[in-house]
């Protein structure tokens, strides 16, 4: 909320897209920016960087094997969306349909 227009009006319509995707994401504050997850699995994450809203689509590490002698790390994407423009809605759906999907195939239980 302490963002100016536009940038705080276009973190909120974000936020709300993201949330509004599936009913299991859930929104957590972490290293003082907000973070979204898919059933306790990294999903997104919205930065402000030079009055430019970096956003970046994430790969939960926990989901791969753990191979001897290799740190696994999470997997990130990012995209820059401009406040003064349009939002791009289809990639940030599809990008995190997609993720959701491969956490639903990969963490069966």
């Known amino acids: 909320m302490k963002q100016p227009e536009p940038i705080q009006g276009c973190l909120l319509a974000l936020k709300k897209i993201i949330l509004e ?8 504050r972490k290293f003082q920016i907000p973070f979204f997850y898919y059933k306790d699995k990294k999903l997104c994450y919205l930065w402000v960087n030079k009055k430019k809203i970096q ?3 994430a790969e939960d590490k926990t989901i791969h094997l753990k191979k001897e002698g290799v740190k696994l790390k ?14 791009p809605i289809k990639l940030i759906i599809r990008n995190i349909k997609k993720t959701i999907k491969l956490y639903d195939r990969v963490c069966v239980k």
């Open 74 to 87: 999470d997997k990130y994407e990012n995209i820059i969306i401009d406040a003064s423009k349009d939002i």
């Open 21 to 28: 995707i599936d009913p299991n994401i859930t929104q957590q």
């Open 55 to 57: 956003m970046g689509f």
